[in-house]
């Protein structure tokens, strides 16, 4: 709990500081003042104008006038500093949550791709929004706990110089009371906890609510939906009712006990008889104040336990995070020349290996064509080969260098890439196809031209400056599908992976990608995860892979030659005259 406190010590320490004066100070003017209070409400009942007496070690010789003044200075005093210790709270948790949002993204987005996209889906939202929210509060409680917990402790402090007795008693009741309110502390704790996890569920329901909305349309699924985020919202009711009612409950129960124990010590007072009426108010005065500051620690102590488990949610997601971050090579990537697999195997957590012992070699400049039935392996594959996953075993090797040896700025230059699955960001078309690196608008539109959706572009109503998007209804999904390949060659690759890149399109739009393909393959290596047999036409040497192992590598011819994957899913794809007439051609 007091980690917190740690933490913002050690990160704030100026702000921690002024605010550790200013409560003290805070403390210290509202003793005075309570004292004041006390003594000149004693002369004005005793009609007297003048004051001679002692207020514990301070000996009081004024006027009345001169009390009040000193008193409505005092006030102001206070005032001021309630302002003072108001604002430090809000300021920490303003920074607080400043820094806790662009902390986790930056871990995150430095995290690897293997642990971005294990996240379940929602998840990084919730944390980033709601969670970051309930950290941000035990980082302001904590703060308000010190300027409680320091005026609680100079009120007592000078109630224990006016009367040691007095205040022991009101530290012996506080601290009572904290040890009988401590199980709510841990109550609230565990139910804050279950209610972070009851989050991220909910999260989790509702994102995917929304991406299945379409499908819940064609589906009837709708009151499914309905029904299941209606479970969600139930099964964490009871840890919200909880959380919610154990933050009040703690300083209903604080107050109620403080005042009886209150009234007790009055009596024990009243039984040791004090000489000094005056002295005995400002004793009582400051009991009680001090009974209402003791219970801000202690509703503060209570919120502080019941943030906990969501600091401690995204201090571990952090963690996980940072640690995923793939170590930076040192080496610039310069031309590719060899590309090797060596042995390379791939597993995805406790599931079989989804690439077995692969060994391949490709020159720099080849065409590389990669085929094999659905969940072979192939998506696999290209995010080894893109460097977004590290092989579990085995080597990868570019130009005879491991390739987590190279640098990511010269990796970036030189690999690109068209994801099964195109997704833009809501934006222009040519800052989509920019995709924030620094290209020139003449390449922008040369790599439109390229990856054959310029015409389309021009025909929008906003040319280029057309805002497309994941929701934009006016882009299909080949359109789409090119925008992504025209981001792919915008910036002059080096190495060039499709995968699948002609699934949506339209025979006529595959044949200009092709022909694109064809005239720009000799300054590149060009994989192509290919799903129509005839786009593996343009490919030097296609690679087969069959249940996570490669079955074959190499031209086309050879594999016509040999019984296989090839074979039978080019027959199933062609009519027996065409296959015959393929058959006949080879060689
Ligand atoms: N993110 C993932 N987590 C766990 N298993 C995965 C993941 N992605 C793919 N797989 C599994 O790995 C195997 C290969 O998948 P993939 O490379 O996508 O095949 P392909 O692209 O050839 O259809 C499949 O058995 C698939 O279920
Ligand atoms: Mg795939």
Request: proline share 3%; net charge neutral; aromatic share 6%.
């Amino acid at each position: 709990m007091l980690a917190q406190i740690r933490y913002l010590l050690s990160t704030m320490p100026i702000a921690i500081a002024g605010l550790v004066v200013s409560s003290v100070a805070a403390g210290l003017a509202e003793a005075g003042v309570l004292a004041i209070l006390a003594e000149a409400a004693l002369l004005i009942a005793k009609h007297q104008s003048h004051i001679a007496t002692s207020v514990g070690p301070v000996r009081l010789d004024a006027s009345i006038g001169t009390l009040l003044a000193f008193g409505i200075g005092l006030a102001f005093a206070r005032l001021a500093l309630g302002v003072i210790t108001s604002f430090i709270p809000a300021w920490i948790s303003t920074s607080m949550q400043a820094t806790l949002r662009s902390d986790l993204f930056d871990a995150f987005s430095r995290a690897s791709w293997d642990v971005q996209s294990r996240d379940r889906e929602g998840h990084f939202q919730e944390l980033i929004t709601n969670h970051i929210n309930g950290a941000t509060q035990a980082y302001q409680v904590a703060a308000q706990l010190i300027t409680a917990f320091l005026t609680f402790f100079v009120l007592v402090i000078s109630a224990v110089a006016l009367s040691p007795f007095a205040a022991l008693g009101i530290i012996l009741v506080a601290g009572s009371l904290a040890a009988v309110l401590r199980p709510l502390g841990s109550l609230g704790q565990r139910r804050a906890a279950a209610l972070s996890q009851g989050w991220l569920a909910y999260a989790g329901g509702v994102n995917e609510a929304v991406r299945l909305a379409e499908e819940a349309h064609v589906f009837g699924a709708e009151e499914h939906q309905r029904v299941r985020l209606d479970d969600f919202i139930a099964s964490f009711r009871r840890p919200n009712l909880h959380v919610n009612w154990l933050a009040t409950l703690v300083s209903s129960v604080y107050q109620g006990l403080i005042y009886l124990l209150l009234v007790v010590s009055l009596l024990i007072l009243y039984a040791a008889a004090p000489a000094n009426l005056g002295s005995l108010g400002v004793v009582v005065l400051m009991l009680v104040r001090s009974g209402s500051y003791g219970q801000t620690v202690q509703s503060a102590i209570q919120m502080l336990r019941q943030s906990q488990p969501y600091v401690d949610r995204l201090k571990a997601a952090e963690r996980s995070y940072r640690e995923s971050a793939a170590p930076v090579g040192a080496i610039p990537l310069e031309r590719l020349k060899t590309l090797e697999l060596r042995n390379v195997s791939f597993s995805y957590d406790r599931t079989a290996p989804a690439l077995k012992h692969l060994n391949m070699e490709v020159t720099g400049g080849e065409t590389i064509g990669v085929v094999g039935p659905s969940g072979a392996g192939k998506s696999t594959l290209v995010q080894i080969l893109l460097g977004l996953r590290a092989p579990t075993s085995g080597d990868y090797l570019i130009n005879g260098s491991s390739a987590s040896e190279y640098t990511r700025e010269s990796w970036r230059r030189a690999f690109a890439y068209v994801p099964q699955e195109p997704r833009l960001l809501h934006a222009s078309v040519a800052e989509n196809i920019r995709f924030f690196r620094d290209i020139s608008a003449e390449s922008v539109q040369r790599a439109a031209i390229d990856a054959g959706i310029h015409d389309d572009i021009i025909s929008w109503s906003g040319g280029y400056d057309t805002i497309v998007g994941p929701r934009a209804d006016a882009i299909s999904g080949g359109q789409q599908q090119r925008i992504c390949l025209a981001r792919a060659l915008a910036a002059d690759p080096d190495v060039l992976i499709l995968d699948e890149p002609t699934s949506a399109l339209d025979p006529l739009a595959e044949q200009v990608i092709q022909n694109s393909l064809t005239r720009l393959r000799s300054n590149l290596t060009l994989f192509i995860v290919a799903h129509r047999m005839s786009t593996l036409e343009i490919c030097e040497r296609v690679l087969v892979i069959v249940d996570g192992e490669i079955e074959a590598f190499g031209s086309v011819a050879d594999l016509l030659g040999a019984d296989g994957y090839y074979r039978a899913a080019l027959t199933a794809s062609l009519t027996p005259e065409a296959t015959l007439a393929k058959l006949a051609s080879r060689e």
